[in-house]
């Protein structure tokens, strides 16, 4: 069956098979069921309150820019690969969405390009939804990288208050927060991040993650049963929120 799948693939014009993608992306958001996200009710609480700038690294398709458009002042919404980006503009466009700016940038701790690899699904098919950055990799999809600091500088007029930041970058999440530092500083915004390794091995990238995030008073918290506590040794989890104590008011507000 996967033979199949990727001989129509070939078959298939770029641009029909394309557009195809882009219709189907759609159809995902709109029947998508919010609830089975409890990440993004907490989200939502928190830019309800603040109503200020959302951030979405990685972007993707569109998930998280659009559900959590209309409780945020704007959002600027990110996303590397071409493809997806093509994608995920549309689906900007089909929803309204007048209050999202995309860009088509990659994120790290430094200026300059980059190396997407795109992993084939088990049907042999490319996924560009989990493309990530492989210094080491020749081939691939060659991205314009900047830091997050750069780009909110370039638009210091338009945001004013960062209320939240998502982050998923399959695997390239220090070098994103370490290239936002500023940001996080000024901002102080709640912040979600995608994690794919033990946070208290010594040496890793979470333990350097969290270690970062902690000096800057941040603590970290994981979803247990719907509910947002805060970590403890020992447990690991694949999205973590970083919250101040402002963050925390006002989630306990509503619940």
């Not at 693939?9 to 195809?20: A, R, T, V």
């Not at 993650?209 to 020992?234: A, I």
Request: proline share 4%.
């Amino acid at each position: 069956m996967g033979s199949i799948k990727k001989t129509m693939q070939k078959l298939i014009p770029d641009g029909l098979l394309h557009y195809y993608k882009k219709v189907s992306a759609h159809r995902i958001l709109k029947r998508f069921d919010a609830q089975s996200q409890p990440e993004l009710k907490i989200c939502r609480d928190i830019l309800s309150s603040l109503n200020g700038t959302f951030v979405d690294v990685g972007a993707n398709i569109g998930l998280y820019t659009f559900y959590l458009a209309e409780r945020a002042s704007n959002v600027i919404s990110v996303e590397p690969i071409p493809w997806t980006y093509e994608i995920l503009t549309y689906n900007i466009n089909k929803f309204g969405l007048k209050n999202v700016e995309a860009v088509n940038v990659g994120l790290s701790n430094a200026a300059g390009k980059a190396n997407f690899t795109v992993p084939e699904t088990k049907e042999g098919i490319q996924n560009y939804y989990r493309a990530r950055i492989a210094p080491d990799h020749k081939d691939g999809i060659k991205v314009k990288v900047l830091t997050l600091d750069h780009l909110i500088r370039e638009r210091e007029r338009e945001v004013k208050d960062i209320a939240l930041i998502k982050i998923d970058v399959e695997g390239h999440y220090l070098e994103c927060v370490q290239g936002a530092m500023e940001t996080i500083e000024k901002h102080r915004p709640a912040l979600l991040i995608e994690v794919d390794e033990d946070p208290d091995k010594e040496g890793s990238n979470a333990k350097r993650l969290s270690s970062k995030l902690t000096e800057k008073g941040y603590r970290d918290f994981v979803l247990h049963e719907g509910y947002l506590k805060p970590r403890e040794k020992g447990v690991q989890a694949i999205n973590y929120f970083f919250l101040t104590d402002r963050h925390k008011d006002i989630l306990l507000n509503h619940h």
